[in-house]
C-alpha cells in the first residue's frame, strides 16, 4: 500500500502508528478532522490478515466517526484506532498501558473509547496512564459501555425509517434480520421484541447468536441465509462491508439500518445498487451515532438520561437526511455527507476568527490565537 496516497485520499489529519514489542504492542491512531473539535473514536482490536488491511480499515472507520460527529451536532472530531492482535488471546494489562502511553503523548488530539474486541476493563487499564479516554466504568465516573445507547439509537432510527417507507413508524408484526448477535444487536433485538417485531438474528459464532435468539424469543438463522430472507427491515449490526456485489442481489427488504460501520464495501457503487432496487438505505453513520452520543456525555459530567434523549435526535437526523434526498434528487449517502460537510464547514468558519486572544500550547509552551 502507498500509504501517504491512502492518507491523503480522504484527508487525514495524523495518522499514527505505534509499537511495543515487549509488550505485544501494534497499533494504529487515524484522526480524521479535528475542525469541530478533539478527535473521538473508539479502539478496534482484530486479526487483521496484514498490516496494509489494518491501514485500511482505520483510515475508514476514523473519516466515518468524523460525519458521526458532525451529523450528530457533537464538538467532535473523528479518530479511530486498531491494535493489531487476537481479543481473546493478546489481552494484557501491560499492553493496554503501554497503548495508554502513547494515546497520552498525543496531547488531546485523540481520545479513545471501547470498541469492537476492547472492553471497559480495557479502558480502564488505558486510563493508568492518559485522561484522554472515555467508556470506562460508572464506578470510576465514566458512561460504562455505550452499547445499550447505542441501540437505541438505531431502534428510534429504525422507526423514523419506517415513517418514510411504510408512512408510519409502528414496527409491531414487521419481519427485522439482526445480522450480528454482539451486544448491540442484542439489546436492538430486545427493543424491536418489546414492540411487537418478529425478529431473525445470526452471527459468525453460532453459539451466540442461539443464546441470543434465546434469550429475545427471537429466530436463529444461519449466516448464509439472513439477506436471503423475506423480511421488511435487515439490520447489518456486525463489521462492515456487508453489503456487497454478493449480498445485495440477494436482499429481499425494503429499509437497510443498522450498527455496523462501512456497511457499503464501495460506498457509490453500492449504494446505486440499492436505489436500483427500491431498498432505503440509513447511512450506518447517522443511525449508529448513539455510541458516540453516549461517551460524548462523558466528558461533560455523564448522565443516562440526557444520553438517551440525545439518542432520540437519530430520528429526527434521518427525517432531514431523507428529506435532503428527495429533495435534492440524491442518494440518502449523498444526503447524509453533504449534512455533515454542511455543518464542518460552517463551524470551521466561526473558529477560524482571531478572538484577540492568546495562551500557551500545552508541552511546547509556544505563544499562539487561540482558534480553538
Known amino acids: 500500500m502507498k500509504v501517504f496516497e491512502e492518507i491523503e485520499r480522504k484527508d487525514h489529519e495524523q495518522v499514527v502508528f505505534f509499537s511495543d514489542k515487549k509488550v505485544g504492542l501494534r497499533a494504529i491512531i487515524a484522526i480524521h478532522n479535528t475542525s469541530l473539535g478533539p478527535a473521538?473514536?473508539?479502539?478496534r482490536m482484530w486479526t487483521y490478515a496484514s498490516d496494509d488491511e489494518a491501514l485500511h480499515d482505520v483510515l475508514r472507520l476514523s473519516r466515518g466517526m468524523t460525519y458521526k460527529a458532525a451529523v450528530a451536532g457533537l464538538n467532535l472530531g473523528g479518530g479511530k484506532a486498531v491494535i493489531i492482535g487476537d481479543s481473546h488471546k493478546d489481552k494484557t494489562e501491560a499492553l493496554f498501558r503501554t497503548y495508554g502511553r502513547f494515546i497520552d503523548g498525543l496531547g488531546g488530539r485523540y481520545i479513545t473509547a471501547e470498541d469492537?474486541?476492547?472492553?471497559?476493563?480495557?479502558?480502564?487499564?488505558?486510563?493508568?496512564?492518559?485522561?484522554?479516554?472515555?467508556?470506562?466504568?460508572?464506578?470510576?465516573?465514566?458512561?460504562g459501555d455505550p452499547s445499550p445507547v447505542t441501540?437505541?439509537?438505531?431502534?428510534?432510527?429504525?422507526?423514523?425509517?419506517a415513517h418514510e417507507a411504510f408512512g408510519n413508524d409502528s414496527l409491531r408484526g414487521k419481519k427485522v434480520a439482526i445480522q450480528g448477535a454482539g451486544k448491540v444487536?442484542?439489546?436492538?433485538?430486545?427493543?424491536?421484541?418489546?414492540?411487537?417485531a418478529k425478529v431473525y438474528i445470526t452471527d459468525i459464532y453460532e453459539d451466540k447468536a442461539k443464546s441470543a435468539a434465546k434469550k429475545l424469543k427471537a429466530t436463529y438463522v444461519k449466516p448464509n441465509k439472513l439477506h436471503e430472507l423475506p423480511v421488511d427491515i435487515h439490520a447489518p449490526c456486525a463489521l462492515g462491508g456487508s453489503l456487497n456485489d454478493e449480498t445485495i442481489p440477494k436482499l429481499r427488504c425494503k429499509i437497510i439500518a443498522g450498527g455496523a460501520n462501512n456497511q457499503l464495501l464501495d460506498e457509490k457503487k453500492h449504494i446505486a445498487q440499492l436505489v436500483e432496487r427500491g431498498i432505503l438505505w440509513a447511512p450506518d453513520?447517522?443511525?449508529?451515532?448513539?455510541?458516540?452520543?453516549?461517551?460524548?456525555?462523558?466528558?461533560?459530567?455523564?448522565?443516562?438520561?440526557?444520553?438517551?434523549?440525545?439518542?432520540?435526535?437519530?430520528?429526527d437526523t434521518l427525517k432531514q437526511i431523507f428529506a435532503i434526498s428527495k429533495h435534492e434528487k440524491i442518494t440518502t449517502a449523498q444526503a447524509a455527507n453533504r449534512l455533515a460537510e454542511d455543518r464542518i464547514a460552517k463551524i470551521?468558519?466561526?473558529?477560524?476568527?482571531?478572538?484577540?486572544?492568546?495562551?500557551?500550547?500545552?508541552?511546547?509552551?509556544?505563544?499562539?490565537?487561540k482558534s480553538r
Open 151 to 161: 441501540a437505541y439509537g438505531i431502534y428510534v432510527g429504525i422507526k423514523a425509517c
Open 40 to 43: 473521538l473514536g473508539g479502539t
Open 185 to 196: 444487536g442484542t439489546f436492538l433485538g430486545g427493543h424491536l421484541v418489546k414492540e411487537g
Open 116 to 143: 469492537v474486541g476492547t472492553t471497559e476493563r480495557d479502558m480502564e487499564w488505558v486510563r493508568m496512564e492518559t485522561k484522554y479516554v472515555t467508556g470506562t466504568s460508572r464506578a470510576l465516573g465514566g458512561s
Open 285 to 315: 453513520f447517522a443511525i449508529n451515532a448513539g455510541g458516540l452520543i453516549n461517551v460524548a456525555n462523558e466528558l461533560e459530567g455523564y448522565r443516562e438520561e440526557r444520553a438517551l434523549k440525545r439518542a432520540e435526535g437519530i430520528y
Open 348 to 369: 470551521s468558519r466561526i473558529k477560524q476568527l482571531y478572538t484577540g486572544r492568546s495562551e500557551f500550547r500545552g508541552r511546547l509552551g509556544e505563544l499562539s490565537p
